[in-house]
């Protein structure tokens, strides 16, 4: 890979990895809800689970979808109602009282396993696969998922800090449900990129 093309995967990586998108918008909902500490396996699954999601799309999972399209849409309609699930569940969270809550951060391989129906996820690993290891070879599928890898992880942390910074303002229990139900809201909003495609 050269020089050029290196840069021009890293830029993909970070402007991909840092603008909104549901792993974005559910990390700064649990920054508010969580804090930043506890939302660390979150943001550690979804660094990893995109990082394993670009190998196997590289693998071979790209072909599958061009070979049955019929596969990518059901995919589609399941990633979909997925992401509204979880809309609904952040729209109906309820403020935890000094951090402590029966209700709990995303853990680690839940926040991996989520990838395989995060759209945007799917949009950026096939992109990334296709732009920039076309020749889906194993050295450059793998310098594709390590760049992602590199980048990914302090852009998700920036939107857990803000989220941790925006609870701070959020003194009051209907100040965090409005917050929540802001988030849901924009989660829902995330996906009509999705449906227009």
């Known amino acids: 890979m050269t020089i050029e093309l290196f840069l021009s995967l890293s830029g993909f990586a970070f402007v991909t990895s840092i603008t909104p998108g549901p792993n974005n918008l559910m990390l700064m909902a649990s920054g508010a809800n ?65 951090r402590k809550n029966a209700r709990r951060p995303m853990r680690f391989w ?46 998700v942390s920036v939107w857990t800090l803000l989220g941790e910074r925006v609870a701070m303002i959020l003194t009051s229990t209907r100040a965090l449900q409005a917050f929540n139900r802001t988030m849901a809201i924009l989660l829902v909003a995330s996906l009509v990129p999705v449906l227009m495609n």
């Open 110 to 155: 839940e926040a991996a396993l989520f990838q395989w129906v995060n759209p945007k996820a799917w949009a950026m690993a096939l992109s990334a696969v296709t732009i920039y290891a076309p020749s889906q070879s194993v050295g450059a599928v793998l310098l594709v998922a390590l760049v992602f890898g590199a980048i990914n992880l302090p852009s």
């Open 34 to 98: 969580y804090g930043f500490r506890r939302t660390v396996p979150h943001m550690l699954g979804i660094g990893l689970g995109f990082v394993v999601m670009v190998v196997l799309v590289g693998a071979g999972i790209i072909g599958l979808l061009d070979a049955w399209p019929a596969l990518y849409w059901g995919l589609k309609v399941a990633c979909l109602v997925y992401l509204l699930v979880l809309a609904w569940r952040i729209s109906g969270a309820e403020a935890p009282t000094g």
